[in-house]
């Protein structure tokens, strides 16, 4: 069974711009609603506005038996935030942002996190002569420097999404965040690649998969879907159904051992069946390509006639026999 978890927000009360969805709920409630969802041990909590005493999570977590897959740290919610935290031309914007981290990884700490993950929302922009971009980058260097330096022991993860709240994110690709990391120069650091983050950034996440295994950085999933046009945070395989097995094919291969979260916005639809169905369908493709696969596909691949591939696809993957 793979190991899985869900960001807690979307257990509770969520919301777009014309309709609210679902009931709110405290953290207790959210973690015994967890304890109803089959296949799932692992929460992402929302660090500072979901969870700020660590006494009272930690009590909360062995209560309702779960492991913390990670602290997401939120440094986009403050006033000062909205024309950027990291990347801020004032000073003391910055230092506030870089302590929400390092509060985040204390937090992380006291309650027995293994990283902090920050995906850095408001630092971007909308227009042409909006930013000096290497300043803007040098910005990000020496923040995310600062914040991963602390406590390093405690990685902190960085996410990228190519736009939110910002028409579009400095941070954007996994290349990007390869080169950022690659600039900080701290090798506890790591990235955080959202499956749909990944699709309608016009990337192909089995191959960002590819690229941050080969790197010599850690890296941590998150898992939904979308149409390609938005960040919908739809459930697993609705929309790209083969590209998620491929997905999986690639974790498998590089044998990736955390926690698969998923980042999936329930809206309309019965929040336990979402994420049930999130993890029978993980599960089923993981067992899939344990029984059909040993090599196969790689073998297909090396012979370089894709027909051949498609057939096994087909066959397979589809089950069209």
């Not at 909590?45 to 979901?50: C, G």
Request: aromatic share 14%.
């Amino acid at each position: 069974m793979l190991k899985l978890g869900i960001i807690t927000g979307f257990l509770s009360k969520t919301k777009d711009r014309f309709h609210e969805y679902n009931q709110p709920l405290d953290l207790e409630g959210k973690f015994r609603l967890m304890n109803r969802i089959k296949g799932y041990d692992g929460v992402e909590i929302v660090y500072p506005y979901e969870v700020s005493d660590p006494v009272k999570t930690k009590a909360a977590l062995k209560k309702y038996k779960l492991a913390v897959a990670a602290v997401n740290v939120n440094i986009k919610a403050e006033p000062e935030f909205r024309n950027g935290g990291l990347t801020s031309l004032d000073t003391q914007v910055r230092a506030k942002a870089v302590r929400f981290i390092k509060e985040a990884k204390d937090f992380a700490e006291a309650v027995g996190a293994d990283k902090v993950t920050c995906c850095p929302l408001g630092d971007g922009y909308e227009f042409a002569f909006q930013h000096d971009y290497a300043l803007a980058w040098r910005h990000l260097v020496e923040t995310f420097a600062e914040a991963g330096a602390y406590k390093a022991d405690i990685p902190l993860f960085i996410e990228y999404k190519p736009s939110e709240t910002r028409g579009r994110c400095f941070v954007d690709t996994a290349a990007k965040t390869l080169c950022l990391l690659n600039e900080i120069g701290i090798k506890q650091m790591g990235v955080t690649l959202d499956f749909g983050h990944s699709t309608y950034g016009n990337e192909n996440p089995a191959e960002a998969v590819a690229l941050l295994a080969e790197s010599p950085y850690r890296y941590y999933i998150h898992i939904n879907d979308n149409d390609g046009r938005w960040d919908w945070d739809y459930f697993c395989g609705t929309k790209h159904f083969l590209e998620y097995v491929e997905f999986l094919y690639y974790l498998k291969k590089y044998n990736y051992k955390d926690y698969l979260t998923s980042d999936t916005s329930p809206t309309r639809w019965d929040i336990q069946a979402v994420f049930e169905a999130n993890s029978r369908m993980s599960n089923k493709i993981w067992q899939k390509l344990d029984k059909v696969d040993g090599g196969k596909i790689a073998r297909l691949m090396a012979k370089g006639d894709y027909m051949q591939t498609w057939k096994f696809v087909e066959k397979e993957i589809f089950g069209l026999k």
